[in-house]
């Protein structure tokens, strides 16, 4: 089988893909118990400033006959799309299990970036493994206990926070790679966003021997979604992401 790996080119795609794509790769908590509070299907949109570049970020988690799916969408806005076009698409259908937040089947669809990654991934927990195509090459990796791809893994941590304390430690499936993430749970505080005010509360995640690491505030209001993304690199901050809207959605 052969090894894939992402290289991103374009300026936002590099950030965003990369570094950012944070609501898909940022937050790590486990649910070792069936969960009593569920998850409130809705869609979601947010700001997304790296240095003078500018997109944004549309998210929606819908319920199924069998569980959830949920999509993460970013693109260009504004001057940027003057030289970077194209748009990321991801999704994850997910089953929420008394172990926490399970993947069925991870997509992305990227024609933002220079390499037009193309993933369909399956993940089949009875083989324990993980199999699917990445640019039409295929993949078969082994999977040991719980792992998330990058969209799944938000909602293992809002599920997380509804029904439990958050776990120091999570596993995150990134194509190529299992990747340990480890966890710090910072205060709370009030933030203004263009959604409104929110009372949050911090989570901050960083991959292991990573420079990068990426802080969530999550709203309780909002079933622990993200109001603000913040991403550092040897300190300084690099990305930040502010909720523009949050519509909560009733009839499954």
């Not at 609501?23 to 569920?38: N, V």
């Not at 299990?97 to 390499?115: C, E, I, M």
């Not at 966003?193 to 991959?207: E, L, N, S, T, Y």
């Amino acid at each position: 089988m052969k090894e894939c790996k992402s290289k991103l080119n374009s300026p936002l795609g590099q950030a965003l893909n990369r570094k950012f794509c944070l609501l898909p790769l940022l937050i790590c908590l486990a649910l070792p118990a069936w969960a009593e509070t569920p998850l409130t299907p809705h869609a979601a949109r947010y700001k997304v400033k790296i240095s003078v570049l500018g997109g944004e970020l549309n998210t929606q988690l819908r319920q199924t006959a069998t569980g959830f799916e949920a999509t993460h969408v970013i693109r260009a806005t504004g001057m940027t799309r003057l030289f970077t076009r194209g748009r990321i698409a991801e999704t994850s259908e997910f089953d929420v299990a008394p172990d926490g937040v399970k993947p069925r089947h991870y997509t992305s669809r990227d024609s933002l970036t220079r390499d037009k990654i193309n993933a369909d991934i399956d993940f089949d927990w009875d083989a324990g493994e993980a199999r699917g195509t990445v640019n039409g090459e295929e993949l078969v990796s082994a999977i040991n206990g719980l792992v998330h791809d990058r969209v799944s893994i938000q909602y293992e941590v809002m599920q997380d926070l509804l029904n439990g304390e958050p776990s120091e430690l999570y596993t995150m499936f990134e194509v190529d790679r299992l990747r340990p993430v480890n966890i710090t749970m910072l205060g709370e505080k009030q933030v203004n966003v263009p959604a409104g005010k929110f009372h949050v509360i911090g989570i901050r995640h960083q991959a292991e021997g990573s420079k990068r690491a990426t802080t969530l505030w999550c709203s309780e209001a909002l079933g622990y979604l993200p109001v603000v993304i913040e991403q550092h690199r040897k300190g300084e901050l690099r990305v930040r992401a502010t909720l523009l809207e949050y519509i909560p959605e009733t009839g499954g």
